[in-house]
Each structure stands twice: as structure tokens, then as C-alpha cells.
């Protein structure tokens, strides 16, 4: 891989992040609030609104104000709160940071079920343990997280007292107490996604299989387990990186209802509470934090690819 392609895939990035700077900010300047009346409260005097105005820039052409905006976002400055008047900044980072905690949990367990489920499956294509893997995997898709979650806390929390029905509690703080809090949502965040690599990796293993160098490489004598392993599941990997990389987007935009259900301060959860009370600056930088995180995963898959197979040239 060249360095001239990192290069033009890192300009990419900051060209996708300016693109979603000016949607996101022109989104939320036709919104139905007024920064000032959320500061200072509706019942503030009009010549009191109207110096808070002035003093943020409020009165300023859309232009100047989100030059203004953009300019402190790249020094790290997403503004303050109009809910809370803190810096919105470290707020969101811790959020994103147990965002990521959850969804980096998901993305192992996920791996360490979806993986064999589908090399299984390929494996024993049309008998009972592909079929069982089929079932499993159709209802993982037909579930939304909202009935699994509240399933989950039902009969694991509720009826069987097995696991906390919610709370969380930093890792750092108490580990094991943590992670307990931790299994359920990860479980019912890892359904969806087991399902869907799962059939993934059984449908392009299916095909890979049945290739000529795997043939080739049968006939020279090779052990079925390291054809399998070495030469087929390898390049079965490539397409399913690309769905594990669409779930990581999915993780920290599609987590809300999990978040909410299970009590847990995630990205996810911060953004619906400043949509709910019309908090611009908190919904400007959620989305951006989330948009480069979703970009840089995306650009890890492609490295990934090159790694995995040496075939793929980036120019």
C-alpha cells in the first residue's frame, strides 16, 4: 500500500467530515429554537436576549457563524451546552468513550459466535447444523433491539435475577461490577450482527470453496484443515469486513434504544437528549465525533483488506 493512497484516503476523510459540517449545521440553524431563550430561559427581557446575541455571534451572517463554529471545532473547542452551559467537548468524548466500550465488547462477542457459526454452516451446507444456523440467523435479523432488550431484561433480570436489568458503572471504576452490567446489552446489541456475518461468511465461504485454487490446492495434498483455514476462510473474510464495518456505524448510531432501555450514557443516548431539548451545539459535535469515527473505521477496513489479501493494490 502507498503512502500517496494514505495520503489521498486521509483527504478524503477531512472532505467527508467538511461536507457533514455544513449539512449538520445547516440542519440545525432551520431548527425551532433560539439559542438565547434556551440559555436565558423565556421568561428573560428582550434587551437580555438581544446582548446574548450579540455576544455569541447569533446576529452574524450563517457564514460567519459557522466559520466561527468550524474554527473552534478544529482546535477542539464544540462549543457550550445551552442546557447544561458546560463544554460540550469532554462530555460527549467520555460518552463516546462508553459508546465505544459497549460496542467494542459487541464487536468480540459477535466475532467469537458469528465466526464458527458460519464456517459450520459452510461446512455442513444443507445439513441440520446449516439449517440450525439459518433459523438462528433469520430470527437474530427479524428481531429488533427493542423486543430483545426488553426480553432480556424480562427473563434474565426480572424473572431469573441472573444479571443487573440496568445501570452502568465505568470499568475503570469497578471492572467486574462493570462488565456485569455490560453482558446484557452486549448480548442483545451482538443478535442483530450475529446474524448477519454469520450468513456471510457461510455464503462466501460456500463460494470460495468451490474455486479453482482451492481444487488446486486439494489436489497438491494440503490438509483439508489448513485448505480451509489458510486459503478459503481468508479470502471469505474480505466481504465480511465490510459488514463489520457497516455495524460499527450501526453500534454507535443504532445503540440508542439499548442505551435508553439499559440506563447507559452513550453517544447515542446524549445526542436523542439534545434533540429532545433542541440543544444545537451538543447535536452539531455528536454528529461530527460520529462521523469520523464511522469515517477512520472505515478507512481500518480498507488496510485490513490490503493485509488480508496481498493481491489488492492501493495506488
Do not use: C
Amino acid at each position: 500500500m502507498s503512502a500517496n493512497y494514505i495520503l489521498k484516503r486521509i483527504a478524503l476523510i477531512f472532505y467527508t467530515l467538511f461536507i457533514v459540517s455544513v449539512l449538520v449545521f445547516g440542519i440545525t440553524q432551520i431548527l425551532p429554537a433560539d439559542a438565547a431563550v434556551m440559555m436565558l430561559g423565556e421568561n428573560a427581557t428582550q434587551e437580555a436576549l438581544e446582548a446574548l446575541r450579540q455576544r455569541m455571534g447569533l446576529n452574524d451572517p450563517v457564514w460567519m457563524q459557522y466559520l466561527h463554529w468550524a474554527g473552534g471545532v478544529l482546535q477542539g473547542d464544540f462549543g457550550t451546552s445551552l442546557r447544561t452551559g458546560q463544554p460540550v467537548g469532554p462530555a460527549l468524548f467520555s460518552a463516546l468513550g462508553t459508546s465505544l466500550t459497549l460496542a467494542g465488547f459487541a464487536l468480540i462477542f459477535m466475532l467469537i459466535l458469528a465466526m464458527p457459526m458460519g464456517v459450520i454452516a459452510a461446512i455442513r451446507r444443507g445439513k441440520p447444523a446449516d439449517l440450525i444456523v439459518g433459523f438462528i440467523s433469520y430470527i437474530g435479523v427479524s428481531l429488533p433491539e427493542f423486543v430483545t432488550a426488553t426480553l432480556a431484561v424480562m427473563l434474565v433480570a426480572d424473572m431469573w435475577g441472573l444479571l443487573p436489568p440496568a445501570g452502568y458503572i465505568p470499568l475503570s471504576q469497578d471492572f467486574w461490577g462493570g462488565l456485569e452490567r455490560l453482558i446484557l446489552p452486549v448480548v442483545v446489541v451482538s443478535v442483530m450482527m450475529i446474524a448477519h456475518v454469520s450468513r456471510m461468511v457461510r455464503s462466501e465461504l460456500v463460494d470460495v470453496m468451490h474455486t479453482d485454487y482451492i481444487r488446486a490446492a486439494r489436489l497438491k495434498g494440503l490438509h483439508p484443515r489448513r485448505v480451509l483455514f489458510r486459503h478459503g476462510l481468508r479470502n471469505a473474510l474480505l466481504p465480511t469486513i465490510t459488514i463489520v464495518a457497516l455495524d460499527v456505524g450501526y453500534l454507535l448510531g443504532g445503540v440508542i434504544v439499548v442505551e435508553e432501555i439499559f440506563s447507559i450514557p452513550g453517544i447515542g443516548r446524549s445526542l436523542m437528549s439534545a434533540i429532545q431539548n433542541r440543544d444545537l451545539p451538543v447535536i452539531q459535535a455528536g454528529v461530527m465525533i460520529m462521523a469520523a469515527t464511522y469515517s477512520i473505521v472505515n478507512f481500518a477496513a480498507d488496510l485490513m483488506y490490503a493485509w488480508l489479501d496481498k493481491r489488492i493494490q492501493y495506488d
